[in-house]
């Protein structure tokens, strides 16, 4: 009953008609050589140091705690089995493709079927294959992902298209303006920045800003608000009036 539930649940997706025409897209090209190169057993290690450490064991039962307190007696036959998946001659990576499905409550007293959420507890080395994979992809993601992903990509946020679309905004507004002076002036163009332009942009970007904040304060005082004793709502409204 519970595997027939939780086979249906994810369902399956009709087969695609269409597709990207991706020769029309002309997507750009990286140096990634290096990422289907054999892993040493210095990232291995240093992979293994940046996992946590006491994690629930999939089917192997085995840690990340077991490797690091036993590299030295486990780094060869760990090496082995990594060394396996990149060299790709092994026939058997279905030892290591099964997993250990759990079930955890969403609340308390979780009685129906519908009150609990799977979570798959893999082997620990296709764990450390993956971290290290992520390690060696990580620092060329700022150069292969478009600026258009303004999240989940190290040294950006979501706030950086909130500072792009308000200075396309205002750019766009200023060379309207300066269309517009360059017809009065009989067609005459200015190689250098207006500074008003610049000022123009600083100025609504801090505007922005200070609405922002605005808006998340009140929002923390209504909160704050709502959960207080009545008699000290009447001097919370004071406050955020003010």
């Known amino acids: ?29 990286h ?67 099964t997993t250990n499905v759990v079930l955890l409550p969403k609340k308390d007293g979780a009685k129906s079927i519908l009150d609990f959420r799977p979570i798959s507890l893999i082997h620990v080395v296709p764990k450390i294959i993956a971290k290290d994979m992520t390690r060696r992809l990580s ?22 298209n909130f500072i792009r679309g308000t200075s396309r905004r205002v750019t766009a507004a200023s060379g309207a303006e300066n269309t517009e002076r360059k017809e009065l002036s009989g067609g005459q163009e200015s190689g250098e920045i207006p500074g008003g332009e610049i000022d123009a942009i600083v100025t609504v970007i801090e505007l922005d800003i200070i609405s922002i904040t605005i808006i998340i304060i009140s929002t923390i005082i209504i909160a704050i608000s709502s959960a207080a004793p009545r008699h000290r ?4 409204g004071l406050i955020l009036i003010v």
């Open 139 to 160: 620092p060329k993601m700022n150069d292969i992902v478009s600026r258009s992903q303004s999240t989940f990509i190290k040294s950006r946020t979501i706030h950086d």
């Open 233 to 236: 709502r009447s001097n919370l």
């Open 1 to 29: 009953m519970i595997f027939d539930h939780f086979s249906r649940t994810p369902g399956r997706l009709p087969p695609r008609l269409l597709d990207f025409n991706w020769d029309a897209l002309n997507p750009s090209t």
């Open 31 to 97: 140096p990634l050589e290096d990422l289907g190169m054999t892993f040493t057993e210095d990232e291995i290690k240093e992979a293994l140091d940046d996992m946590p450490a006491d994690k629930a064991p999939g089917p192997d039962g085995f840690t990340i705690a077991f490797f690091r307190s036993c590299w030295d007696i486990s780094k060869d036959d760990l090496m082995s089995a990594i060394n396996a998946f990149s060299e790709l001659p092994a026939s058997n990576f279905h030892v290591i493709n």
